[in-house]
């Protein structure tokens, strides 16, 4: 497989999914992979048409699944990492404060 190092995009229902996208030589079709989420969803095309469209279709067949299983979709990971600190201490002589 020949790597284009192509990603595609597709706002579905107010949700970003951000998708990888390989050529393969041997049967000359796309093949992408929905990525930041552990649930997997793929699609292929021929032409790039073809693979939006599939993109799309794929997306709607998982939260079709999700919606029959009764399960919440998966959002795809933000890239944020949020941690909480505490505030430096103000003075060094106070108690609690090291």
């Known amino acids: ?3 284009l190092n192509g990603t595609m ?3 579905y229902r107010g949700v970003p999914y951000e998708a990888r996208v390989k050529w393969d030589d041997e049967t000359d079709l796309f093949h992408g992979e929905v990525s930041n989420m552990r649930d997997v969803i793929t699609f292929q095309g021929r032409t790039v048409e073809e693979l939006q469209a599939a993109f ?3 997306i709607q067949d998982y939260l079709n699944f999700c ?3 009764g399960d919440p979709p998966e959002r795809p990971f933000s890239g944020r990492f949020l ?3 505490p505030p430096p201490c103000p003075s060094p ?3 609690g404060c090291r």
């Open 83 to 85: 941690a909480r600190v």
């Open 56 to 58: 799309k279709a794929s």
């Open 67 to 69: 919606a029959e299983t």
């Open 9 to 11: 995009e597709c706002t």
């Open 93 to 95: 002589h106070r108690q």
């Open 1 to 3: 497989m020949t790597s």
